[in-house]
Nanobody, 120 residues
Framework: QVQLVESGGGSVQAGGSLRLSCQYTYSSYCMGWFRQVPGKERERVASISNDGSKFYTDSVKGRFTISKDNAINILYLQVNSLKPEDAAVYYC?????????????????WGQGTQVTVSS
């Protein structure tokens, strides 16, 4: 029932910025952004709870910002000061499988992903 569609990925030089968007059909208590590169585990980079609490993995603190606009049903991830190691497919996700814990590594619903590449 929950549907998620990401957009906004692209190719940028190191130090550049992007704003990723995720259109959703229904807001879950927890929503988040994950990223994955070949050969590595999917990593939660940011999440937001229904009360507005925000959580970030250490590697992106101070550079990435998660936000949500419930008026138009869009989840955003502003990514600044991009580094080559940030390159990945970025996915939006909804509904943590660990009740009430938006920092969990597993979510129930996923978008199709949007590619971010960073050149040096």
């Amino acid at each position: 029932q929950v549907q998620l569609v990401e957009s906004g990925g692209g190719s940028v030089q190191a130090g550049g910025s992007l704003r990723l968007s995720c259109q959703y059909t229904y807001s879950s208590y927890c929503m988040g952004w994950f990223r994955q590169v070949p050969g590595k585990e999917r990593e939660r980079v940011a999440s937001i709870s229904n009360d507005g609490s925000k959580f970030y993995t250490d590697s992106v603190k101070g550079r990435f910002t998660i936000s949500k606009d419930n008026a138009i049903n869009i989840l955003y991830l502003q990514v600044n000061s991009l580094k080559p190691e940030d390159a990945a497919v970025y996915y939006c996700a909804a509904e943590s499988t660990k009740y009430g814990d938006c920092t969990a590594s597993t979510y129930k619903y996923w978008g199709q992903g949007t590619q971010v590449t960073v050149s040096s």
